[in-house]
């Protein structure tokens, strides 16, 4: 049978697939012999089994309570005995870490009878009462989801009742009276009473938390697979509600916000773990701890330090003090800012616990992206409305809103404002540029959540009145409501009215050259790692630019290049007339005309593009889309000429117009007349191109220049039409003197030209995959009409994990960039191979590119730096950061 339930001192955290990241890290520690209290877990096989059948797996809950005897054996405790009873936290524990996702319940063994017990065992009645409030509340919600104001509402009314000293034992034992009303009424039966009844109902809770709509939507943001399923950890609870030498906290072993060294979290005395996350209190500084209980403060740094050098990285842990004595709850790889990532990367390096290779895979191509925006310009900001944590570094401007449907359905940036946020509020910190809250601090929802997905936070700005219903904070005397605008800084907490300006990041102009990596920590952890990424990868980062401005700009980026140089984009603008000329000529001296006065354009273009990325190739695309794409569009000329003939004008050029675009209309223009197409039916529009290459390689040359250009042949599905359009080429290039050889080759972008790429390459020189259309043409898709239909329903229902223009189809477009690789260089050895759609800079895609043996990526400009680091990532082992996701 399969064995579904491990013991803590069973696992370990290379099991985590298994274990989850909880299970696994808490049986690493108990391994560490570190003070966790005694548990299990239950596996994600156990919840994969459970969702798929809609029933927990035959003999799972015979194996939970044989764990369970070991557990009451070792603490000598029985749950559900009523002098003494053992209490138990249920809690969720993805592969990936999930913060406030899923769902976890505390004090399950409480009842009735075994409050008293606990009463008595604690002599402490108000605790007692108020871990049975808790219990009927999480586990009300959360098992049955009867609505938590409900509850809320509730004790809002006992607290207002008891006053500052807050409530007393009998107030809490009237409240949970009240509370099994309320279950009763919104469930329709009693509370139940049968400790292993609550166990299990927990643990089917937690699994059926997987699948809940906050989880699926913060799956998909951070491209978290969907069919891994949750483990469940069932451990003994420890509490830190008992008093003033009690407590719970969260601690980061350096500073998740900036990398610094030393401890960092918050406590929070007399209280559980769920407060100090949900950031229902303002926690103090963990070094409070210090003063509060030194020897609880000690212990737990020598811990901190054990862990850091035992997991070679940040480590996040969540701990408990007892009366006194220190429990360890959980550990994890500690998520943290793109700033904090590379700066800890370079300083583990440092230390020598890791190496540069696998500093180059504790950071990621989207937080050096984020490490590119602008930050505030600080000198002009005004003086600020409040301060509060830097939670999330960033700059954000928006204008506020109060609540996450308001967040979600805006259609400009704003500000989500809160007193804290909770898991539901999940889309609307997915939609809101920052956000702000007056209660928590760094390791609140809010924070955690935030830094995990990039968004600028800041917390625990207490001098805020918030009243959502009314539309407004307050602080002080002034007044901001929703819709005002309003700028938060998430590196210093502080909060401005208006529009702050911004000024560019230190990366940013570290990559223009502006700032060296002696002017500032976090750009020299940058500069180190980049510069690592580019000693060791094997494939070449070119870009795809239209200009000598963007070719200039992805040079200084560190392109080794340009992959794509589309020159329709040099049809446009002021030559469009020439374009009309070219198509409405009526006999071939016309067009002839029409080519010639294209030609020293075009050839001016090339001069400035090939200046630019001197002594390095320049990749120059033929003309690609259709050329009634240069015309206006069908229906505005038909309405021009519709008009012009109901009030008796004549219509004129339009009515030229418009019967050449109805000649040349397309069903299908993607699949129509364009590319290697148009060069064959077209005379002489590749010729003049081909031309005006050759004639700027030989200006370039003659100026003592070293330009490199390459011709690129599009859309070619079969070697003759290569074969035409090379020998046409070819004959233009002998007739210019005074150049280098230019090779002519083309782009790999449909099904068949990939299938028999072996026959192709005997007529290329290079190959260079577009993939954008290939994965159009692969999976029968217009981009243009299905991202914006079904694609959305398609990601949340799981038929895609991730968009396939988005991150490259391994199975589907991926095989056939495998076997066009291969069969091409069976047919020419030598064969250079690159790609230049939009997943040569998404750095998942790059590491299948590498892997595939292509010879270079081609991106944006901006995005040069990240497929640089991708490139090292992919030679180093992969890219991806595998625990603080």
Request: glycine share 10%.
């Amino acid at each position: 049978m399969t064995k579904y339930v491990y013991d803590f001192i069973e696992g370990d955290r290379s099991r985590a697939d298994l274990l989850g990241g909880k299970g696994a890290n808490l049986a690493e520690m108990t391994r560490l012999g570190l003070p966790v209290p005694p548990g299990f877990t239950v596996t994600t096989e156990a919840c994969r089994a459970y969702l798929a059948d809609g029933r927990p797996p035959v003999g799972l809950f015979d194996e939970v309570n044989a764990h369970l005897r070991e557990v009451e054996a070792r603490l000598d405790r029985r749950l559900g005995d009523p002098h003494d009873p053992l209490l138990l936290a249920v809690r969720s524990g993805g592969r990936y870490s999930m913060p406030g996702m899923m769902e976890t319940i505390l004090d399950i063994g409480l009842n009735d009878a075994t409050v008293a017990g606990l009463a008595a065992q604690s002599g402490d009645p108000r605790f007692a009462w108020d871990s049975y409030r808790r219990l009927i509340q999480m586990f009300g919600r959360t098992v049955y989801g009867v609505p938590a104001e409900e509850f809320e509402r509730e004790l809002a009314a006992v607290r207002a009742a008891a006053g500052p000293a807050g409530p007393d034992a009998a107030q809490l034992r009237a409240l949970v009276e009240t509370y099994k009303k309320v279950f009763a009424a919104q469930v329709g039966h009693d509370f139940p009473q049968a400790p292993h009844e609550q166990l299990y109902l927990a643990i089917r809770a937690v699994f059926e938390s997987w699948n809940t709509e906050r989880a699926v939507l913060y799956r998909r943001q951070e491209h978290i697979p969907g069919d891994l399923g949750t483990a469940v950890t069932v451990m003994a609870m420890v509490f830190g509600n008992l008093g003033p030498d009690s407590g719970t906290g969260v601690a980061f072993t350096r500073d998740p916000a900036t990398g610094q060294p030393g401890v960092y979290g918050d406590y929070l005395a007399d209280a559980q773990g769920e407060d100090v996350v949900a950031g229902v209190r303002n926690t103090v500084a963990l070094p409070e701890l210090e003063r509060i209980d030194p020897t609880s403060y000690r212990r737990l740094t020598e811990i901190m330090a054990t862990l850091e050098r035992h997991y070679r990285d940040l480590c996040d842990v969540e701990f408990t003090v007892e009366r006194g004595r220190l429990w360890m709850l959980q550990t994890r790889v500690g998520k943290r800012t793109p700033a904090a990532a590379f700066v800890i990367a370079a300083q583990l390096v440092d230390e020598g616990l890791i190496t540069l290779d696998e500093a180059l895979h504790r950071v990621t191509g989207a937080q050096l992206a984020q490490l590119m925006f602008p930050a505030f310009d600080l000198a002009a900001a005004p003086a600020p409305l409040v301060t509060g944590v830097g939670a999330s570094p960033g700059a954000a401007v928006g204008t506020v809103v109060f609540d996450s449907v308001a967040a979600a359905a805006a259609t400009g940036p704003v500000i989500l404002v809160r007193p804290e946020t909770n898991p539901d509020d999940l889309p609307g910190m997915i939609a809101a540029q920052g956000v702000l809250t007056s209660r928590g601090g760094k390791t609140s929802h809010a924070a955690v959540v935030a830094r995990g997905m990039g968004r600028t936070c800041v917390c625990g700005a207490d001098a805020l009145r918030i009243d959502a219903e009314r539309g407004e904070f307050t602080v002080g005397d002034r007044v901001v409501r929703t819709g005002d605008l309003i700028s938060i800084d998430g590196t210093t907490g502080r909060v401005y009215p208006g529009r702050v300006p911004m000024r560019p990041s230190p990366v940013a102009r570290y990559l223009a050259g502006e700032v060296t990596p002696e002017d500032d920590r976090l750009v020299a952890a940058v500069d180190r790692l980049l510069s690592h990424a580019d000693a060791v990868r094997r494939l070449g980062v070119r870009a795809n630019a239209d200009t000598p401005e963007d070719a200039r700009r992805a040079r200084g980026l560190g392109a080794a290049g340009i992959g794509l140089c589309r020159t329709e984009h040099m049809f446009l603008g002021t030559r469009r007339e020439l374009v009309e000329r070219l198509i409405l000529a009526a006999d071939p001296a016309e067009r002839d005309a029409a080519l010639d006065a294209l030609l020293p354009l075009q050839r001016a273009d090339f001069v400035g593009i090939l200046a630019a990325m001197d002594g390095l190739p320049v990749t120059i695309r033929l003309l690609d889309p259709p050329l009634h794409e240069f015309l206006p569009p069908l229906h505005e000329l038909t309405a021009r000429v519709a008009r012009a003939e109901a009030s008796g004008e004549d219509p004129g050029h339009d009515a030229t117009l418009l019967a050449a675009v109805r000649r040349m209309h397309e069903t299908n223009p993607m699949l129509g007349l364009r590319g290697v197409r148009l060069g064959l039916v077209v005379p002489g529009l590749f010729a003049m191109q081909v031309r005006a290459v050759a004639e700027a390689t030989a200006q370039r040359a003659r100026d003592g220049g070293d330009p490199r250009p390459e011709i690129m042949v599009p859309l070619v599905a079969d070697v003759r039409e290569l074969a035409a359009v090379r020998a046409e080429a070819q004959a233009v290039l002998a007739g210019v003197p005074g150049i280098p050889p230019i090779p002519v080759g083309t782009m790999i972008e449909t099904p068949r030209a990939a299938l028999t790429a072996g026959e192709i390459a005997a007529e290329a020189h290079f190959f260079s995959f577009g993939t954008n259309d290939l994965t159009q043409t692969t999976w029968a898709f217009s981009r243009d009409d299905v991202e914006g239909s079904f694609f959305g329903t398609y990601l949340e229902r799981g038929v895609f994990g991730v968009s396939p223009f988005e991150t490259v189809d391994a199975k589907g477009v991926g095989r056939l960039v495998r076997l066009a690789v291969a069969e091409g260089r069976v047919t020419r050895p030598e064969l250079t191979v690159g790609v230049c759609g939009e997943h040569g800079g998404d750095p998942d895609s790059i590491g299948f590119f590498a892997d595939a043996g292509l010879d270079y990526v081609s991106c944006s400009p901006y995005r040069v730096p990240i497929a640089r680091l991708a490139a090292g990532q992919a030679t180093t082992g992969g890219g991806a950061v595998p625990d603080s996701r």
